[in-house]
Nanobody, 125 residues
Framework: QVQLIESGGGLVQAGGSLRLSCAAS????????MGWFRQAPGKEREFVSA????????LYAESVKGRFTISRDNAKNTVYLQMNSLKPEDTAVYYC??????????????????WGQGTQVTVSS
């Protein structure tokens, strides 16, 4: 079992930045690839970014590529999502998730076994 707790969400103006954190507890954190997903009101949950267990490989949705950066610190059992140049369309609840699947694919929510409770990100225009 892995417990995930997100933090760092909030209200920011367009063009601003936020850094989300996801702290993990339970089974060995470095056994899992980690992902970030988001869900806006009235929309389906969508993939944002993922990082492999070692941090050597990352994956981004086209909509955030070049603006968001995922990273992890296995010593701290934490994964981060640095979000720059935020846009109103980035407004959503952001969830982190853990996947035990070696090799992915990590863009699909069905490949993640554990989820956090989510943190709200609101970008005003």
């Amino acid at each position: 079992q892995v417990q995930l707790i997100e933090s760092g969400g909030g209200l920011v103006q367009a063009g601003g930045s936020l850094r989300l954190s996801c702290a993990a507890s339970g089974r060995a954190f470095n056994n899992y690839a980690m992902g970030w997903f988001r869900q806006a009101p009235g929309k389906e949950r969508e993939f944002v970014s993922a990082i492999t267990w070692s941090g050597a490989n990352t994956l981004y949705a086209e909509s955030v590529k070049g603006r968001f950066t995922i990273s992890r610190d296995n010593a701290k059992n934490t994964v981060y999502l640095q979000m720059n140049s935020l846009k109103p369309e980035d407004t959503a609840v952001y969830y982190c998730a853990a996947s035990p699947k070696y090799g992915g694919p990590y863009g699909y929510a069905s490949n993640y076994d554990y989820w956090g409770q989510g943190t709200q990100v609101t970008v005003s225009s």
